[in-house]
């Protein structure tokens, strides 16, 4: 639903320190309309900060918020046309799902009929029709979870803000939530804030995101832009997972690793000296006799193998790094190959799959 795409919400600059210690430094963002924006990163790097201060739970040390324009750094929190969903759900345990839902509604003592007619809505749309009459206690965690979201997005709060959405939920019922979440976004038009710290589901679930480290933006774009071209170790070990080659840079398209010279895209950003090449494990392929020939090709051993189902993890140790390489075999590809533990192995892969990265 992105018909438009000017900013909503302008991040210049903005920081946090508490004492000493800085939690968030100089983050630039610029959030679009109708966005499903994700702040990502471990465990202390300053995303609950960050929602805290465009919530206005939080005053920043220095830097603007920016809403439609208007500067709303001094604007309190109750004023802010912004909702924050906390990770505790915080749902009236003694009202039942339709009255929860219209708490927000009638606190703005709107007429009657309009808040029967949004709630009737706002309950088809979280498919919370047949709870209406349920108090919290009655639900499982996936609806509990679904009545705090329609009880945030009824107010259609110009961005909804969501720390860790999901995070008390169990692996399976988090999966199914992702995507009702998007849904609910997408249907909605609202523009989304999520702090996540889970790497997978920023990428499922965001068109685009932040990835923060230490309190700064490390690097913003799409999920696949993201994926494929990350610009740090960080970003490229923390999101996914990233085979990474030590080395030194050659020439304009070479680098040796460990005696032995790998080619790279030639176009690829001028860094010299000590670089690393970030190699995702699908990028590698397992060569044999018919293969064709790859750009790199290395020999190795076999030094674990990870059986996951749709496909085999393989740990190949190699002359050009003193970490084994992971690969990815999809399990469609080697029906008739078992791999075992010792069993030597030659591994190939092609220049514009390598990401040269500064060390
Ligand atoms: P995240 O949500 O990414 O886990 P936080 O934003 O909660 O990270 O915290 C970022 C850093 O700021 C951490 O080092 C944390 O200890 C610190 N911090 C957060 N809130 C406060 C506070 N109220 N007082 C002092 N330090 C804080
Ligand atoms: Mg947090």
Redesign the pocket.
């Known amino acids: 639903m992105k018909t438009n795409n000017a900013p909503v919400l302008v991040l210049d600059k903005v920081s946090k320190s508490?004492?000493q210690?800085m939690?968030v430094k100089d983050v630039s963002l610029s959030i679009r309309e109708n966005e499903f924006f994700a702040l990502l990163?471990p465990?202390?790097?300053?995303?609950?900060?960050?929602l805290r201060m465009l919530a206005g739970f939080e005053t920043p040390t220095a830097g603007s918020i920016y809403l439609d324009g208007r500067d709303i750094s001094p604007m309190p929190a109750n004023q802010r046309p912004l909702n924050l969903m906390f990770q505790s759900y915080a749902l009236f345990p003694n009202m039942n799902v339709r009255d929860n839902i219209a708490y927000g509604l009638e606190m703005e003592r709107l007429p009657k009929d309009e808040i029967a007619q949004r709630v009737d809505a706002m309950l088809e749309t979280a498919q919370l029709r047949d709870f209406a009459r349920r108090r919290p206690d009655q639900l499982s965690g996936g609806q509990r979870q679904r009545v705090a979201l329609a009880r945030a997005l009824i107010k259609r709060p110009r961005v909804l803000l969501l720390d860790e959405p999901l995070g008390a939920l169990d692996k399976k019922l988090r999966g199914k939530m992702q995507l009702e979440l998007k849904r609910l976004q997408h249907e909605s038009g609202i523009t989304f804030i999520m702090?996540t710290?889970d790497q997978e589901e920023a990428l499922v679930m965001a068109d685009r995101m932040a990835v923060?480290k230490d309190?700064e933006v490390s690097q913003c774009g799409s999920p696949n832009d993201i994926y494929e071209n990350p610009r740090s170790r960080f970003v490229a070990d923390f999101i996914g997972v990233s085979n990474l080659i030590e080395g030194q840079r050659i020439s304009n398209d070479q680098v040796d690793a460990g005696g032995h010279r790998l080619k790279i895209e030639p176009t690829a950003a001028l860094v010299s000296g000590n670089v690393a090449l970030a190699l995702r494990p699908e990028r590698l392929q397992v060569l044999g006799g018919e293969s064709p020939r790859c750009d790199n090709e290395v020999d190795g051993r076999v030094v674990e193998v990870a059986y996951h189902g749709l496909d085999t993890n393989l740990h190949v140790h190699t002359p050009v790094s003193s970490k084994p390489l992971i690969v990815r075999v999809p399990s469609s590809q080697h029906e008739f190959t078992t791999f075992t533990t010792g069993m030597p192995i030659r591994l190939g892969w092609n220049a514009q799959h390598a990401r040269v990265l500064a060390c």
């Not at 465990?43 to 960050?50: A, E, P, Q, R, Y």
């Open positions: 508490y004492g210690g939690a990163g465990s202390g790097c300053g995303k609950s900060t960050l702090v710290h923060l309190g």
